[in-house]
Every structure is written in C-alpha cells, then in structure tokens.
C-alpha cells in the first residue's frame, strides 16, 4: 500500500505534467512559428534583435507600400504570448507571473501605425513606447485573441485540470484559480465583456477565432474536437450576436490555423508525418485546397491581407523575406527579401522644393534687399497701370504657353494650375513648369525687343525705367528674373501693394514700373 504522501507526491507530479504539457505562457501554432499578424492593410512581425541580448524587435509592413518595405517599430524586451490587429491597430499580450510565482498576469498593450504625410512613411503611435489597456484576466488557458473594430477579443479555455476535484495545500500549484468553461471576451472601454458561445461549444476543442469580414461586424470560430478526432465545427456569429454552426468535411487534425482574405476563409494545414504545408479555401461544408508548400527550416507565419496571403520566413534576426500567395489561384510570388522603406520620392520633392523655396526667400532678403525704389518720373500723358489690368496681362501671357502645353503633353486646364507649392509629386509640376517656362521666354524677347509683353501690349502697357526712358538689357534681364522668383513664390508678389507706383520687388531692382496711356480726364 501507498502512503498517504507518496499518493500526494504522484498527483502533484501529474499535475505538473498537466500544466506543463499546456502552459500559461501559450504555445506557438507552429513549432517553427514567427509572431505575426494582419489586418486588410497593414501586418505586423516580432524577431529577435540583431544585437546580442537586446529584446526583440517589432516591425510593421503597410500594402500601400507596393514593394517588401517595412519600418522598425517598437523594441520590446520579450516577446509577446499573442497578438491581434485591426487596420492600424496592434494588440500584444504578455505573461508575468505575480511574486507568488503562481499567479499569472495577463498584461494587454496596444500600438498604432500612422502615416506621417510629410515624408510619406508610416510611424509608431505613440511614438517610443506602447500604451497599456486592461488586463485579460489570469485563469484558463489563453487559446487566441484578435483584433476587431471594437477592440481586442479573447477566448481562455479551461486546463485539462479543472475538471480533477483534489485537495491541495495553499502553496500548491493545483491550489491556484482555475477556469471552469470556455468564455470569450471582447475589451469595450475599460473592461473585458464575456460573449456569448456557441451552444455546442465545449471545452475539450482546439479553437480558431477570426473576423468574419471586411467590416468586423461578424465572428469566425473554427473548433477541433480533441475527443472526436473527426468533427470540427465551424460557426459564425452575425452583427445580431447570433451562432450558426456547420460541420464542413475536413481532417481536423492537421488544422494549424485559420485565415481571412477579404470574403474568403482559408484553413492551414500540416500533414501528420511530413513537412508539407497545404493551403485551403473553407466553406460552409467542403475546403478546397489551393497551395501547397514545404516547411522552411527558419520561423515562419502565414497572414492574411486585402489583396492575398503572405508568407514571412526568418532567415536571421535581421533578415526576412515575404512571399505572396494568390488566393485565387494558389500561385506563389517570388521570394522577396523585405528592406527598410525608402524615403518615397514624393517625400523627396517636397523636401527639396521646401529648401529651394527658403533659398530663394532668403536670396530675396539678404541679396536683393528690397526696399524703398529710387522716385519715379512719370512722362507726360502716362500713368502706373493698375492692379486688375496688371494681372490681367499676365493671365494674357501665360494663355500661349498653356494652350501649348495643353496640346504638347495632353494636358487639360485643371493641369496647369498645379503649382509646386502645392503638388505632391513632380509629375504633377510638369504641365505648370512647361506653361511657366514657354510663358517668361516670350515675356523676356517682347520685352528685350519692345518693352512690353503679349499681354502689356495687348491692353497698351509698357515697361519704363524710373526716369520714363527706355529699358537696357541689363535691366531687363534682372526685372525678368526676380520676376520668376515672384511667380515660384507668389505670397513675396503682395510687396507692390505698398509701393505707390505697384512696384514689386522686380520692379524695384532693375529701376522699373509699368505704365499705360493716361486716357483723357484721367489723373495720375
């Protein structure tokens, strides 16, 4: 006969097995797993830092991209248990124990990416740290989570020691809280909601949670008996908080994940026995298998977006490539090695028209000095044109070089007024540059030959020195230069207001004005 206390002793060590053969911390999918997870448009991975003992890090790749660029995000000092997203939202979930070295702390965090349009990059929100939410309660064992547009949801099933009535001491590892039925929870504000199940969901079965589509208004549960080898349940949950539950034809054994590709479920498989990876389209009754694969020896995961599947494979702490899988067709893409996104070019268009924008205004104040003009003599029978005539001749010169650029590139009107200020691309710049360009060309050789432009001529204006003679080239040239910065930098064109004869800062250096024909009974 056993004592009483090697009759403990066994149990104890039967229960340790228990807990260790499903630990609290969670388990991988895959032996070989590399923490990842989607939304439509964006995913997110974990690896180890390049540097030795320095955590981990996160990483984030973005659809839009249209390229393998990813961002470093977050360093974390270990690796979250879980993860869950939604559009641009990350959830991560990690284990501490408590002090007693039994309890345990299921800590929930959350990250977002934002695109920083000035540069055209995604960012971290915040920026150097992650912002933490309620915690997940501690009993049961964490079988998934993830991200819907309500925030984060969770299913904890009971250990296989829940259902074992034993006598423990209060130091006892069979002492500590125990979950005794599945429930699922969802975070709304501050506080974990329990969902209701389904009704013929029991806590024997291996489960998969997903989002039923595009808008997160439905719920995917897929659930492998562990009794009954050969049942798995599908259910899905409506918008209503309504179950319907399916039995589709498929080996549940083999299920190591489920996915979503826009209105598609796909189920991934691993054949008992071998290192092949199947791919399959699930409905309500059948699956049909679209891909397959051979295990990579590295980490690996398989995530869902918008436009088809991606497959990550870590082939060292700094190095990782993605591979897409067409949902339709089942083809794989090549093999990409993913890179830090580089700066977008329109990112680099605006940094430079920025720099060259502030040059020229520093150019203006330091060089030219603008300032008060030396007196104007105006002869006889003239007078300063006025402001409305002024820019209606310039609108009158710039009309050749815009129909020409319109019928030269194709162009329509609404092409020509994408000022460089305000694009954000230079091919959006290329119709105004060829307008502006053709337009200063004809103004400089009118004025060089007869003082005046196309549209000056056209309303009888002329271009006169300060003392109402002819120009020289010299002041030509000036006037037509300072008058391109002007059109580059319109805001600076606001300095003739305050002159008397509309003398702007072209006008001013090279001893100009512009005047017209006085009409009689008009006075200066």
Same mark, same amino acid.
């Given at each position: ?9 066994? %149990? ?46 996160? $990483? ?33 979930? $990690?284990?501490?124990? =408590? ?14 990416? #934002? ?29 998934? $989570? ?42 709304? !504000? ?15 079965? &291996? ?11 439905? *719920?995917? *549960? ?5 009794? %009954? ?41 691993? #054949? ?37 599947? #991606?497959? %990550? ?16 067709? !089942?083809?794989? !893409?090549?093999?990409?090695? *993913? ?7 329109? =990112? ?17 104040? @330091?060089?030219? &000095? ?12 003239? /007078? @300063? ?20 650029? /319109? ?24 119709? $105004?540059?060829? /307008? ?8 400089? %050789?009118?004025?060089?030959? &007869? ?42 064109? *606001? ?30």
């Amino acid at each position: 006969m056993y004592r009483r206390s090697e009759v403990k002793i066994v %149990l104890l060590v039967w229960l340790a097995m228990i807990a260790t053969s499903q630990p609290a911390t969670g388990q991988s999918k895959t032996e070989q797993a590399l923490l990842a997870a989607s939304s439509d448009t964006q995913l997110w991975f974990i690896t180890g830092s390049t540097q030795k003992d320095d955590g981990y890090q996160l $990483f984030h790749h973005a659809q839009i991209l249209q390229g393998p660029y990813f961002q470093r995000f977050q360093k974390l000092p270990e690796v979250p248990v879980m993860v869950g997203s939604w559009d641009d939202h990350l959830w991560l979930v $990690f284990h501490h124990r =408590a002090s007693s070295g039994r309890e345990i702390r299921r800590e929930v965090y959350v990250i977002q990416a #934002r695109m920083n349009d000035s540069v055209g990059i995604y960012e971290q929100s915040p920026p150097d740290h992650l912002t933490k939410v309620h915690s997940l309660p501690s009993e049961g064992r964490l079988a998934d $989570f993830i991200g819907t547009p309500r925030g984060p949801m969770a299913l904890l099933l009971p250990y296989q020691r829940a259902g074992v009535k034993i006598e423990a001491g209060p130091s006892s590892l069979a002492s500590s809280p125990t979950l005794q039925a599945p429930i699922l929870l969802q975070l709304r !504000g501050n506080e974990w909601v329990e969902i209701d199940l389904p009704n013929e969901f029991d806590m024997e079965k &291996k489960s998969f949670l997903l989002s039923g589509d595009r808008d997160g208004k439905s *719920l995917v *549960l897929l659930s492998v008996s562990q009794q %009954l080898l050969d049942r798995t349940d599908l259910a899905i949950r409506d918008s209503d908080g309504n179950w319907r539950v399916w039995h589709p034809e498929i080996d549940s054994r083999q299920i190591i994940d489920l996915l979503r590709v826009k209105e598609h479920l796909v189920v991934v498989q691993q #054949r008992d026995g071998t290192d092949e990876v199947t791919i399959s389209t699930l409905s309500n009754t059948r699956m049909d298998t679209i891909a397959s694969f051979s295990i990579p020896g590295e980490p690996w995961a398989l995530v869902g977006m918008r436009d088809g599947l #991606r497959r %990550l494979v870590q082939s060292s702490p700094g190095e990782t490539s993605m591979t897409r899988i067409s949902v339709i067709s !089942g083809r794989l !893409g090549r093999e990409e090695t *993913l890179v830090i996104q580089p700066i977008p070019p329109r =990112a680099i268009w605006q940094s430079l028209i920025t720099v060259l924008f502030v040059g020229l205004v520093i150019f203006i104040v @330091v060089v030219v &000095k603008p300032g008060q003009s030396k007196p104007v003599t105006l002869p006889a029978n003239t /007078m @300063v044109l006025p402001l409305g005539l002024r820019m209606t001749a310039l609108l009158f010169d710039f009309a050749p070089g815009g129909i020409l650029t /319109m019928l030269v590139l194709e162009r329509s009107p609404l092409d020509l007024i994408f000022h460089p200020l305000f694009a954000s691309d230079p091919s959006q710049v290329m119709a $105004f540059g060829m /307008m502006l360009g053709l337009t200063m060309t004809h103004s400089l %050789l009118g004025e060089l030959w &007869k003082a005046t432009t196309l549209g000056k001529a056209i309303l009888g204006a002329r271009v006169i020195t300060s003392e109402g003679g002819r120009p020289g080239v010299k002041q030509i040239v000036i006037r037509n230069m300072l008058k391109l910065v002007i059109l580059l930098i319109p805001p600076l064109g *606001l300095l003739m207001i305050r002159n008397p004869y509309l003398q702007g800062i072209p006008e001013m250096k090279s001893h100009t004005v512009v005047v017209i024909e006085k009409q009689e009974g008009e006075k200066h």
